[in-house]
């Protein structure tokens, strides 16, 4: 008898609707004889493999807070770096090449070390995005945002704490972003020891990195971080990818400086040649209309929505740069940076103080936060940012934010504040990336 196959009229998740071989059940049950092991059996169709396929990557996404770093790949890395330092460069291809193969073969630890800005980040990020692709169950933490999961956890809301610390703890692939960024609590020193005491106990795959030298970290800690049978260690002695000529100073809040050349209103394209649709090119032209008024009498707040590529953040830092030649101090921060220097203020050498950079922030004459809602959202991540736009929102103090995400997806808190038309206008750019960013 030939192998046919036969739909099983049976209620069951959904297949393609269009599979010629299944019509959209899901299931098959295979015409073969009846002395046949498999005779009678159901059989999940090739188009629903490949949907469940599809859900479980999504699923592996969902709960391993490495969304937010999902443009952070292998290919999206610039092994050359932004000087001419023949070092510096080896350093990172050194790097580079190290992290590709270790996701080839996900053995012990991987630890990478240097200074804030160099890279360490965006390939422990490429480790995770590509291990994730490979199947395994994966989470992606900056340090002090796993402490914050854990005294959540306290409240009881989502899950008990000993089930988030067992997660945290015994999850296939564990990645910990910046080891020692943390506030240096006696609480929070032996959570992370107990952490990652086990994964070393019990070898499995961590990749961590730090700011500090090894020597600066618990003694506990680094002890373990020193095995070399189980760890590798990579130093990148590259210089900040953001401003790669101010090695010896911290890294400024405000990166309007890497934009004044590129962001202003005379080259932004209204790309009246591409002949768009009208109610496209409409939402462009109100765009661009929008903010030169509000660069002509900043009031309020000025929101821009819109995927990526479609001249949000040109037109934000247009804004920021005629301001600043007005003579005002704009403070112009993509939202994750943001987050990383407030974080960086915990190390116990950090020269600044939390509450001056968090003051700095939500007090600035005229503040814009580019890319809001593509920060890890963590307890605390949105805890400061609502504390920074809601006190912006009282004082009415001139604020611009961008963001590709929809305003549905927001956290509810900040949507409300910008839902209220007295104080915030908001447009949508609703055209398609532009073919050559500028």
């Known amino acids: ?126 480790i995770a995005n590509e291990v994730i692709q490979n199947g395994t169950r994966t989470l992606f933490l900056t340090v002090p945002d796993l402490l914050d999961w854990l005294r959540y956890a306290f409240s009881g809301e989502d899950a008990s704490f000993e089930k988030r610390f067992s997660e945290i703890r015994d999850v296939p692939f564990l990645v910990l972003d910046d080891l020692g960024t943390q506030n240096s609590t006696p609480w929070a020193e032996e959570k992370l020891f107990q952490i990652i005491n086990h994964r070393y106990v019990n070898h499995l795959p961590t990749v961590i990195t730090t700011n500090l030298d090894i020597a600066e970290i618990d003694e506990r800690i680094s002890s373990r971080i020193n095995d070399r049978d189980l760890v590798m260690k990579v130093s990148i002695i590259a210089s900040d990818y953001r401003d790669p000529f101010s090695e010896h100073k911290d890294s400024p809040i405000s990166t309007l400086a890497y934009l004044s050349d590129h962001r202003t209103f005379n080259n932004f394209s209204a790309r009246k040649k591409e002949k768009l649709p009208a109610n496209e090119q409409k939402s462009l032209d109100q765009a661009f209309l929008a903010a030169q008024r509000f660069a002509e009498n900043p009031n309020g707040w ?113 949507r409300s504040r910008m839902l209220d038309a007295r104080v915030c206008a908001i447009h949508s750019l609703e055209v398609p990336p532009f073919e050559n960013l500028q």
């Open 302 to 414: 000025l929101v821009f929505l819109g995927a990526y590529g479609t001249g949000k953040t040109h037109l934000a830092a247009a804004i920021a740069n005629y301001r600043q030649a007005a003579g005002d101090d704009p403070i112009f921060t993509v939202v994750p940076d943001l987050l990383d220097h407030l974080r960086a203020t915990f190390n116990p050498s950090s020269p600044v103080s939390y509450d001056s950079v968090f003051n700095q922030v939500r007090n600035a004459k005229l503040l814009i936060l580019d890319d809001l809602g593509t920060q890890n959202t963590t307890p605390w991540a949105r805890e400061k940012l609502f504390q920074i736009l809601n006190f912006r929102y009282e004082t009415k103090a001139p604020t611009i934010i961008t963001s590709s995400i929809k305003l549905e997806d927001m956290d509810a808190r900040i």
């Open 1 to 126: 008898m030939a192998n046919s196959s036969k739909v099983e009229n049976k209620p069951t998740l959904p297949g393609d609707p269009n599979c010629p071989i299944c019509h959209g059940i899901g299931f098959v049950r295979r015409d073969l004889p009846i002395n046949d092991p498999d005779f009678g059996k159901m059989e999940i169709c090739t188009c629903r493999k490949e949907q469940m396929e599809k859900l479980k990557t999504e699923h592996l996404y969902d709960i391993s807070n490495v969304e937010s770093f999902h443009s952070m790949t292998f290919e999206s890395f610039n092994i050359y770096g932004r000087t001419n330092q023949k070092d510096a460069n080896k350093s990172l291809e050194v790097a580079f090449h190290s992290a590709k193969n270790f996701v080839s073969q996900p053995n012990g630890w991987l630890v990478l070390t240097g200074k804030f800005g160099c890279g360490k980040t965006h390939l422990a990020a490429a």
